[in-house]
């Protein structure tokens, strides 16, 4: 059983940072993929960004600049640090793992930014 732990999130304002983690239970190296991915009230589900096993990473365009996904091996961890955020970041931040065409997600976490 693939389990993905988010954390991190919270109440930031304009123009802060944040960092997130999700910790997985199994050497991230199993995974073919590892990414963060973000749900508004009322929008579908997005990718933000996205890093697979041989260390390559892709953002999407909201966040290219201002996010950066980062891993380390040794605790199976991924992070998110998001600098100059802004209200349209406000989502719930959802870790994904990619193994064998299938997906899994952590239980999210929220993530405000106040104008």
């Known amino acids: 059983q693939v389990q993905l732990v988010e954390s991190g999130g919270g109440l930031v304002q304009h123009g802060g940072s944040l960092r997130l983690s999700c910790a997985a239970s199994?050497?991230?190296?199993?995974?073919?993929?590892m990414g963060w991915y973000r749900q508004a009230p009322g929008k579908q589900r997005e990718l933000v960004a996205r890093?697979?096993?041989?260390?390559?990473?892709s953002y999407a365009e909201s966040g290219k600049g201002r996010f950066t996904i980062s891993r380390d091996n040794a605790k199976n961890t991924i992070y998110l640090h998001m600098d100059s955020l802004e209200p349209e970041d406000t989502a719930v931040y959802y870790c994904?793992?990619?193994?064998?065409?299938?997906?899994?997600w952590g239980q999210g976490t929220q993530v405000t930014v106040s104008s």
């Open positions: 994904n793992a990619n193994i064998l065409s299938r997906n899994y």
């Open positions: 199994l050497n991230i190296f199993e995974f073919n993929a």
């Open positions: 890093i697979n096993v041989g260390g390559v990473t």
